[in-house]
C-alpha cells in the first residue's frame, strides 16, 4: 500500500531565507503532484511531476523528483510572508488512487 | 468558468440521517474524485470515477455510496450519518487533456451530531 510521508510538518520560517520540504513515498508511484492549501480554504495545484528527474519551478517555488529514492522536494527560495499555508504533497499509483502526506504547515515570519 | 462546484458548503446532520453531497464539473473531464479532510490531516480518497458508470473504492469508502451517471456530474451519498464522517469533504476533476492536473471543489463542511 502507498504511504507518503512529509517532513518536517511544522515550518516557521524568516523572510528571505531558504527550505525544502522532503516528500517520501513507500511503493512506484505513476505521479507526484503538490499542492498549496490556505486556511479555510480548497487545494491549489502547484506542480504535477511525472518523471524521474523532473523538475518545475514557479516563482519561490521549486519542485523535484527522484523516483529511484521515491523522494519528492519542494524548495523555497527567499520566503515571503504571501508563502505561508499548508503544502500538501501527494502520490498517485494505479493511475487514480491518491495519497496525501500530512501535510507542513509553512509560517513566514518578518 | 465555474471548474468544480460543490453543494451544500455547510451542513449539520443528525447521526442516522442520510444526505447526498453535489458534484458538478464543466471541464468534461473523465476523472472524478471525492475526498475527506479531517483536522490537521492531508485528504484521504473515498470514491472515484474513471467515467460515466464507472466507480470504485479508495482508501476510505465505508459510510459512503457514489454513482456517476453523467460526465458532469459525482454525488457522494452518506447512508446512516455517524459523528466519525464529521469532516471537509472536497470533489475533485481531472483529464489527460488537463496535463493531470487535478482540480478541487471549494470543499462542504459536514457536522453529524
Known amino acids: 500500500e502507498l504511504k507518503v510521508e512529509q517532513n518536517p510538518l511544522f515550518l516557521s520560517m524568516q523572510e528571505g531565507k531558504n527550505y525544502t520540504i522532503y516528500c517520501n513515498y513507500s511503493t512506484t508511484s505513476d505521479r507526484l503532484y503538490w499542492y498549496r492549501q490556505d486556511p479555510g480554504k480548497s487545494l491549489e495545484s502547484l506542480f504535477v511531476l511525472l518523471s524521474n528527474g523532473a523538475v518545475k519551478q514557479e516563482g519561490r517555488l521549486m519542485a523535484s523528483l527522484d523516483t529511484k529514492a521515491r523522494l519528492s522536494t519542494l524548495h523555497i527560495t527567499a520566503a515571503v510572508h504571501d508563502l505561508s499555508a499548508t503544502y500538501f504533497c501527494a502520490a498517485t499509483y494505479n493511475n487514480n488512487d491518491m495519497r496525501f502526506g500530512a501535510g507542513t504547515r509553512l509560517t513566514v515570519k518578518p | 468558468n465555474a471548474g468544480v462546484t460543490q453543494t451544500p458548503k455547510f451542513q449539520v446532520l443528525k447521526t442516522g440521517q442520510s444526505m447526498t453531497l453535489q458534484c458538478a464539473q464543466d471541464?468534461?473531464?473523465?476523472?472524478m474524485s471525492w475526498y475527506r479532510q479531517d483536522p490537521g490531516m492531508g485528504l484521504r480518497l473515498i470514491h472515484y470515477?474513471?467515467?460515466?458508470?464507472?466507480?470504485d473504492q479508495g482508501e476510505v469508502p465505508n459510510g459512503y455510496n457514489v454513482s456517476r451517471s453523467t460526465t458532469e456530474d459525482f454525488p457522494l451519498r452518506l447512508l446512516s450519518a455517524a459523528p466519525s464522517q464529521t469532516s471537509v469533504y472536497f470533489c475533485?476533476?481531472?483529464?489527460?487533456?488537463?496535463?493531470?492536473?487535478?482540480?478541487f471543489g471549494e470543499g462542504s463542511w459536514l457536522t453529524v451530531v
Open positions: 475533485a476533476s481531472s483529464s489527460l487533456s488537463s496535463g493531470n492536473t487535478i482540480y
Open positions: 470515477s474513471v467515467g460515466a458508470g464507472i466507480t
Open positions: 471541464m468534461n473531464h473523465e476523472y
